[in-house]
T-cell receptor, first 113, second 117 residues
Framework: SQTIHQWPATLVQPVGSPLSLECTVE??????LYWYRQAAGRGLQLLFYSVGIGQISSEVPQNLSASRPQDRQFILSSKKLLLSDSGFYLCAWSWAGASDTQYFGPGTRLTVL | AQKITQTQPGMFVQEKEAVTLDCTYDTSDQSYGLFWYKQPSSGEMIFLIY??????QNATEGRYSLNFQKARKSANLVISASQLGDSAMYFC??????????????FGAGTRLAVHP
Protein backbone atom coordinates (compact mmCIF):
# COMPACT_ATOMS: atom_id res chain seq x y z
CA SER A 1 0.00 0.00 0.00
CA GLN A 2 1.02 3.60 -0.45
CA THR A 3 1.84 6.02 2.35
CA ILE A 4 2.77 9.67 2.33
CA HIS A 5 4.85 11.40 4.98
CA GLN A 6 5.41 15.05 5.78
CA TRP A 7 7.76 16.72 8.20
CA PRO A 8 7.98 18.57 10.32
CA ALA A 9 4.45 18.37 11.70
CA THR A 10 4.61 21.87 13.14
CA LEU A 11 7.02 24.73 12.67
CA VAL A 12 7.35 28.22 14.12
CA GLN A 13 9.70 30.49 12.22
CA PRO A 14 10.60 34.20 12.38
CA VAL A 15 9.90 36.51 9.45
CA GLY A 16 12.82 36.52 7.04
CA SER A 17 14.06 33.05 7.92
CA PRO A 18 14.36 30.22 5.35
CA LEU A 19 11.94 27.31 5.05
CA SER A 20 12.18 23.70 3.97
CA LEU A 21 9.23 21.31 4.19
CA GLU A 22 9.62 17.74 3.02
CA CYS A 23 7.17 15.24 1.60
CA THR A 24 7.92 11.63 0.69
CA VAL A 25 5.75 8.90 -0.77
CA GLU A 26 6.23 5.17 -0.35
CA UNK A 27 4.80 2.26 -2.28
CA UNK A 28 4.50 3.82 -5.72
CA UNK A 29 6.66 4.94 -8.60
CA UNK A 30 6.50 8.09 -10.71
CA UNK A 31 3.57 9.63 -8.85
CA UNK A 32 2.19 13.08 -9.49
CA LEU A 33 2.99 15.24 -6.46
CA TYR A 34 1.24 18.36 -5.21
CA TRP A 35 1.69 21.08 -2.59
CA TYR A 36 -1.42 22.81 -1.24
CA ARG A 37 -1.85 25.56 1.33
CA GLN A 38 -4.86 25.93 3.59
CA ALA A 39 -5.49 29.25 5.32
CA ALA A 40 -7.33 29.11 8.63
CA GLY A 41 -10.96 28.04 8.16
CA ARG A 42 -10.65 27.83 4.39
CA GLY A 43 -10.38 25.28 1.62
CA LEU A 44 -7.14 24.29 -0.04
CA GLN A 45 -5.26 26.17 -2.74
CA LEU A 46 -2.87 24.40 -5.08
CA LEU A 47 0.63 25.90 -4.98
CA PHE A 48 2.83 23.53 -7.02
CA TYR A 49 2.57 20.29 -8.89
CA SER A 50 5.10 17.90 -10.36
CA VAL A 51 4.71 15.10 -12.90
CA GLY A 52 8.32 13.91 -12.66
CA ILE A 53 11.81 14.48 -11.25
CA GLY A 54 12.89 18.07 -11.77
CA GLN A 55 9.54 19.01 -13.33
CA ILE A 56 7.84 21.66 -11.24
CA SER A 57 4.99 23.94 -12.16
CA SER A 58 3.60 26.78 -10.09
CA GLU A 59 -0.07 27.63 -9.86
CA VAL A 60 0.21 30.99 -8.12
CA PRO A 61 3.02 33.56 -7.90
CA GLN A 62 4.40 33.68 -4.40
CA ASN A 63 7.32 33.71 -2.04
CA LEU A 64 7.71 29.92 -2.17
CA SER A 65 9.45 27.45 -4.47
CA ALA A 66 9.35 23.68 -4.87
CA SER A 67 11.79 21.00 -5.95
CA ARG A 68 11.63 17.28 -6.69
CA PRO A 69 15.16 15.89 -6.35
CA GLN A 70 14.00 12.26 -6.29
CA ASP A 71 11.03 10.40 -7.73
CA ARG A 72 9.13 10.22 -4.45
CA GLN A 73 10.41 13.34 -2.70
CA PHE A 74 8.86 16.78 -2.94
CA ILE A 75 10.27 19.80 -1.10
CA LEU A 76 8.69 23.19 -0.45
CA SER A 77 11.12 26.03 0.24
CA SER A 78 11.45 29.72 0.85
CA LYS A 79 14.53 31.92 1.17
CA LYS A 80 12.77 34.51 3.34
CA LEU A 81 9.45 33.84 5.03
CA LEU A 82 6.68 36.42 5.17
CA LEU A 83 3.90 36.67 7.75
CA SER A 84 1.45 35.75 4.99
CA ASP A 85 3.18 32.39 4.51
CA SER A 86 1.61 31.11 7.73
CA GLY A 87 -0.84 28.28 7.16
CA PHE A 88 -1.32 24.56 6.90
CA TYR A 89 0.67 22.94 4.11
CA LEU A 90 -0.49 19.67 2.66
CA CYS A 91 1.33 17.43 0.23
CA ALA A 92 -0.66 15.05 -1.97
CA TRP A 93 0.09 12.32 -4.48
CA SER A 94 -1.83 10.65 -7.27
CA TRP A 95 -1.07 8.00 -9.83
CA ALA A 96 0.50 9.45 -12.97
CA GLY A 97 -2.13 10.77 -15.30
CA ALA A 98 -4.83 13.36 -15.19
CA SER A 99 -7.78 11.49 -13.80
CA ASP A 100 -6.82 9.95 -10.52
CA THR A 101 -7.72 10.65 -6.94
CA GLN A 102 -5.30 12.70 -4.86
CA TYR A 103 -4.28 11.32 -1.47
CA PHE A 104 -3.02 13.71 1.17
CA GLY A 105 -0.31 13.61 3.79
CA PRO A 106 -0.73 14.62 7.44
CA GLY A 107 0.27 18.24 6.79
CA THR A 108 2.66 20.78 8.30
CA ARG A 109 1.35 23.67 10.36
CA LEU A 110 3.59 26.71 9.78
CA THR A 111 3.44 29.82 11.93
CA VAL A 112 5.54 32.81 10.90
CA LEU A 113 6.05 35.37 13.68
CA ALA B 1 -14.00 29.14 -14.18
CA GLN B 2 -14.88 26.14 -12.11
CA LYS B 3 -16.36 26.79 -8.69
CA ILE B 4 -17.54 24.75 -5.72
CA THR B 5 -20.09 26.13 -3.27
CA GLN B 6 -20.81 24.70 0.16
CA THR B 7 -23.52 26.82 1.76
CA GLN B 8 -23.57 25.20 5.20
CA PRO B 9 -20.72 26.51 7.39
CA GLY B 10 -21.83 24.21 10.21
CA MET B 11 -24.18 21.29 10.72
CA PHE B 12 -25.02 19.10 13.65
CA VAL B 13 -26.65 15.69 13.82
CA GLN B 14 -27.61 13.24 16.52
CA GLU B 15 -25.60 10.06 16.72
CA LYS B 16 -27.06 7.23 14.57
CA GLU B 17 -29.05 9.69 12.43
CA ALA B 18 -28.37 10.45 8.76
CA VAL B 19 -27.10 13.83 7.58
CA THR B 20 -26.75 15.50 4.17
CA LEU B 21 -24.00 17.96 3.39
CA ASP B 22 -24.69 20.19 0.42
CA CYS B 23 -22.39 20.90 -2.51
CA THR B 24 -23.12 22.68 -5.77
CA TYR B 25 -20.66 23.17 -8.58
CA ASP B 26 -20.20 25.22 -11.68
CA THR B 27 -18.31 24.07 -14.75
CA SER B 28 -18.54 24.24 -18.51
CA ASP B 29 -16.66 20.95 -18.95
CA GLN B 30 -18.53 17.84 -20.04
CA SER B 31 -16.14 15.51 -18.24
CA TYR B 32 -15.36 16.18 -14.61
CA GLY B 33 -15.01 14.50 -11.27
CA LEU B 34 -16.36 15.34 -7.86
CA PHE B 35 -14.79 14.36 -4.55
CA TRP B 36 -15.54 14.56 -0.87
CA TYR B 37 -12.79 14.74 1.71
CA LYS B 38 -12.98 14.64 5.50
CA GLN B 39 -10.61 16.72 7.61
CA PRO B 40 -10.58 15.83 11.33
CA SER B 41 -8.97 18.12 13.88
CA SER B 42 -5.60 16.46 13.20
CA GLY B 43 -5.62 18.18 9.81
CA GLU B 44 -5.14 15.27 7.43
CA MET B 45 -7.44 15.28 4.38
CA ILE B 46 -9.07 11.87 4.07
CA PHE B 47 -10.58 10.84 0.74
CA LEU B 48 -14.15 9.60 1.17
CA ILE B 49 -15.91 9.21 -2.15
CA TYR B 50 -15.70 10.02 -5.86
CA UNK B 51 -18.32 10.60 -8.57
CA UNK B 52 -17.52 10.91 -12.25
CA UNK B 53 -19.71 13.08 -14.43
CA UNK B 54 -20.54 10.14 -16.71
CA UNK B 55 -21.30 7.72 -13.89
CA UNK B 56 -24.97 6.80 -14.14
CA GLN B 57 -25.30 5.54 -10.61
CA ASN B 58 -24.67 7.46 -7.42
CA ALA B 59 -21.39 6.53 -5.74
CA THR B 60 -21.46 4.70 -2.41
CA GLU B 61 -18.67 3.80 0.02
CA GLY B 62 -19.86 2.15 3.19
CA ARG B 63 -21.87 4.71 5.18
CA TYR B 64 -21.12 7.43 2.62
CA SER B 65 -23.17 8.03 -0.50
CA LEU B 66 -23.12 10.83 -3.00
CA ASN B 67 -26.44 12.21 -4.22
CA PHE B 68 -25.45 13.33 -7.71
CA GLN B 69 -27.98 15.48 -9.57
CA LYS B 70 -26.26 16.52 -12.78
CA ALA B 71 -28.98 18.81 -14.11
CA ARG B 72 -28.99 20.74 -10.83
CA LYS B 73 -25.18 20.63 -10.61
CA SER B 74 -25.29 19.28 -7.09
CA ALA B 75 -23.23 16.55 -5.42
CA ASN B 76 -24.45 16.21 -1.87
CA LEU B 77 -22.78 13.87 0.60
CA VAL B 78 -25.05 11.66 2.69
CA ILE B 79 -23.66 10.07 5.83
CA SER B 80 -25.89 7.37 7.26
CA ALA B 81 -25.89 6.21 10.88
CA SER B 82 -23.65 9.06 12.10
CA GLN B 83 -20.93 8.24 14.59
CA LEU B 84 -19.09 10.50 17.02
CA GLY B 85 -15.95 10.00 14.95
CA ASP B 86 -17.67 11.64 11.99
CA SER B 87 -17.28 15.05 13.65
CA ALA B 88 -14.93 16.94 11.31
CA MET B 89 -14.72 19.41 8.45
CA TYR B 90 -15.99 18.08 5.14
CA PHE B 91 -14.81 19.47 1.82
CA CYS B 92 -16.35 19.04 -1.59
CA UNK B 93 -13.90 19.31 -4.48
CA UNK B 94 -13.98 19.24 -8.27
CA UNK B 95 -11.25 17.94 -10.50
CA UNK B 96 -10.01 20.30 -13.15
CA UNK B 97 -7.77 18.93 -15.90
CA UNK B 98 -5.75 21.80 -17.32
CA UNK B 99 -3.64 19.49 -19.51
CA UNK B 100 -0.07 18.31 -19.00
CA UNK B 101 -0.73 15.01 -17.26
CA UNK B 102 -1.94 16.25 -13.92
CA UNK B 103 -5.21 17.25 -12.32
CA UNK B 104 -6.05 20.12 -10.02
CA UNK B 105 -8.62 20.07 -7.26
CA UNK B 106 -10.88 23.07 -6.70
CA PHE B 107 -12.17 23.03 -3.12
CA GLY B 108 -15.25 24.48 -1.48
CA ALA B 109 -15.06 26.37 1.81
CA GLY B 110 -16.10 23.31 3.80
CA THR B 111 -18.83 22.32 6.25
CA ARG B 112 -18.10 21.60 9.90
CA LEU B 113 -20.12 18.64 11.12
CA ALA B 114 -20.72 18.01 14.80
CA VAL B 115 -22.20 14.68 15.88
CA HIS B 116 -23.96 14.83 19.23
CA PRO B 117 -24.41 11.77 21.48
Amino acid sequence: SQTIHQWPATLVQPVGSPLSLECTVEGTSNPNLYWYRQAAGRGLQLLFYSVGIGQISSEVPQNLSASRPQDRQFILSSKKLLLSDSGFYLCAWSWAGASDTQYFGPGTRLTVL
Amino acid sequence: AQKITQTQPGMFVQEKEAVTLDCTYDTSDQSYGLFWYKQPSSGEMIFLIYQGSYDEQNATEGRYSLNFQKARKSANLVISASQLGDSAMYFCAMREVPGGGYNKLIFGAGTRLAVHP
